[in-house]
């Protein structure tokens, strides 16, 4: 029964939107993102990966959770991205999400940005 809170079975708690920008794909999760909800996101980012765009930004300002399996997703792209080419640049982390990074030391392995202008600044010219 989904109750609305974490662990919940809903795959409604995770909305993934894509734009390219120039040579980068802008990734916008919204919502929950943990055991559950992993797979919501980790398609899109592969399959960006898989169609050439190898420099991922990750618009995390609408995302209000992360779980140890959302960072792995995170970092199973990273690491995708880095193989093709490419990175995963995060962009705008809530507290409650840049707090899971800073514990587990994962945002060293991350380029993080404070705003989506910034991170596009920083993408090569195509």
Do not use: W, Y
């Amino acid at each position: 029964m989904d109750r609305g809170m974490v662990g919940s079975t809903s795959r409604g708690r995770l909305q993934v939107e894509v734009r390219h920008h120039g040579s980068s794909a802008v990734v916008t999760p919204a919502g929950e993102l943990d055991h559950h909800t992993a797979e919501v996101l980790r398609e899109p980012l592969e399959g960006c990966v898989d169609q050439g765009r190898s420099r991922l930004v990750v618009d995390c300002s609408r995302l209000e959770f992360c779980d140890s399996t959302g960072l792995n997703v995170l970092l199973g792209a990273r690491l995708k991205a880095e193989a093709a080419g490419g990175g995963v640049h995060l962009v705008g982390m809530l507290p409650v999400v840049a707090r899971v990074f800073e514990i587990t030391g994962a945002e060293a392995v991350f380029t993080v940005h404070d705003t989506l202008d910034e991170a596009l600044a920083d993408s090569p010219a195509d």
